[in-house]
């Protein structure tokens, strides 16, 4: 009986401390959003670059990259929209009706594939990946290249397992 009472007042002790760690970590989400949403109207600010060693983030954002890049070259309006970073959507006056006169034509089958890549830590949530590299088609014959020089920038949030994209001018990083 009595270390029936003592389990409990453990237990209630514990959720207490988890539930007062939650509510003091626990960012407001709107703040969470103008950070990002300055960091990127800021863009010409000095960013601390730092070159991407982990195979594992190399290979995530050039993934997303890609994805964005399938999601182009099959005039997927509606999925590009919607992995466009908010602030370029904003300042490129883009609508879901409009994307695709916004922004470059892909053909079919393109890839990135990565020559450089660098990262800007936005916050503990939330990192920019530049990357440059070429631009090529994937055909019977071998790859094709499109473009040398190619640019992207990935927003990954590992907090909501998302990410945004933010289209470069050549050699824009």
Not at 25 to 39: K, Q
Not at 105 to 130: G, R, T
């Amino acid at each position: 009986m009595k270390s029936i009472k003592s389990a409990i007042i453990v237990l209630v002790i514990l959720i207490g401390f988890v539930a007062i760690l939650l509510l003091s970590y626990s960012p407001n989400s709107n703040e969470g959003n103008s950070e990002l949403a300055d960091t990127n109207q800021n863009v010409k600010e000095e960013k601390e670059l730092t070159q991407v060693k982990s195979a594992s983030a190399f290979f995530t954002a050039q993934n997303c990259a890609n994805k964005y890049l399938g999601y182009v070259s099959e005039k997927d309006s509606e999925s590009i929209f919607r992995v466009l970073d908010y602030n370029y959507i904003e300042q490129n006056g883009i609508t879901s009706e409009n994307v695709m006169e916004k922004i470059d034509n892909i053909p079919e089958q393109a890839q990135l594939k990565v020559e450089k890549m660098y990262l800007e830590k936005i916050d503990d949530n939330n990192s920019k990946y530049y990357m440059t590299g070429l631009l090529v088609q994937d055909t019977s014959e071998g790859d094709i290249l499109l473009q040398d020089n190619f640019s992207i920038a990935v927003i990954l949030d590992f907090e909501n397992m998302i990410f945004s994209i933010i289209p470069l001018e050549n050699g824009g990083v």
